[in-house]
């Protein structure tokens, strides 16, 4: 029996689609973080304002901070990715 000859790079065993992948990484979890925090503010302020009765006020509210929370954890990972590049 042959022996296998030991990889010295785990990275070449992936396809490079999963390289490309692996590198995108970083940037959808940032997009991820800026949608999430618009969605979380949108819904909240949506099921509030049925619940209390105060529309559209709470979704407005909500929804103002809901995006600014998720522009900031974006832009703060951004600035982050910019950092490791260097």
Given at each position: ?86
């Amino acid at each position: 029996m042959a022996e296998k000859e030991p990889r010295e790079d785990k990275g070449s065993e992936l396809s490079e689609t999963a390289r490309q992948m692996r590198a995108a990484e970083p940037y959808i979890s940032a997009v991820w973080k800026l949608v999430g925090g618009a969605v979380v503010g949108v819904l909240g302020g949506y099921y509030l304002d049925r619940w209390l009765g105060t529309a559209p006020w709470l979704l407005l509210g909500l929804s103002l901070v809901g995006i600014s929370v998720g522009f900031y954890g974006f832009l703060r990972e951004m600035a982050r990715l910019g950092m490791r590049k260097r």
